[in-house]
């Protein structure tokens, strides 16, 4: 292999992890905005006196979770998206560079479907 080609897939790998690495922080931001929105709609259901402070405090809690599971999984994203481009960068087999590409773009397609489905706040905001 020439030294133009290896060049050009080294920054086509970089810049495929910069992306990716983008992509989760864009994530990262509609998650807090997401539990953001439904806090607000919980603070202004109780000011209105539609749901009392239990079913308030229920809610927190349960989003609470789901809001600590969501980060774990970006905090997952985020290590293997950094780990898969030190590894790309760092390897010389052109065979596994092109496999690792692949397998963290399905990561990266796959997971937050999961994600989303698995998560009935996300899954109600999004269908409301």
Same mark, same amino acid.
């Given at each position: 292999? &020439?030294? +133009?080609?290896? /060049?050009?897939?080294?920054? %086509?790998?970089?810049? %495929? #992890?910069?992306?990716?690495?983008?992509?989760? !922080?864009? $994530?990262?931001? *509609?998650? =807090? @905005?997401?539990?953001?929105?439904?806090?607000?709609?919980?603070? #202004? +259901? !109780?000011?209105?006196? =539609?749901?009392?402070? $239990? %079913?308030?405090?229920?809610?927190?809690?349960?989003? *609470?979770?789901?809001?600590?599971?969501?980060?774990?999984?970006?905090?997952?994203? %985020?290590? #293997?998206?950094?780990?898969?481009?030190? !590894?790309? /960068?760092?390897?010389?087999?052109?065979?596994?560079? &092109?496999?690792?590409?692949?397998?963290?773009?399905? $990561? @990266?397609?796959?997971?937050?479907? =999961?994600?989303?489905? #698995?998560?009935?706040?996300?899954?109600?905001?999004? +269908?409301?």
């Amino acid at each position: 292999m &020439d030294s +133009a080609s290896s /060049t050009l897939k080294a920054k %086509v790998r970089i810049a %495929v #992890t910069i992306n990716s690495v983008l992509m989760n !922080f864009l $994530e990262l931001i *509609a998650y =807090i @905005y997401i539990f953001h929105s439904i806090y607000r709609h919980n603070k #202004t +259901a !109780f000011a209105n006196k =539609i749901l009392n402070q $239990e %079913v308030i405090l229920q809610r927190h809690k349960k989003n *609470a979770i789901t809001l600590i599971g969501q980060l774990s999984l970006w905090c997952l994203q %985020v290590s #293997t998206i950094v780990m898969g481009g030190i !590894f790309a /960068t760092l390897s010389n087999n052109s065979f596994t560079n &092109d496999l690792l590409v692949v397998f963290v773009s399905l $990561e @990266y397609l796959v997971v937050p479907i =999961i994600v989303i489905q #698995t998560s009935p706040p996300i899954h109600q905001f999004i +269908a409301s």
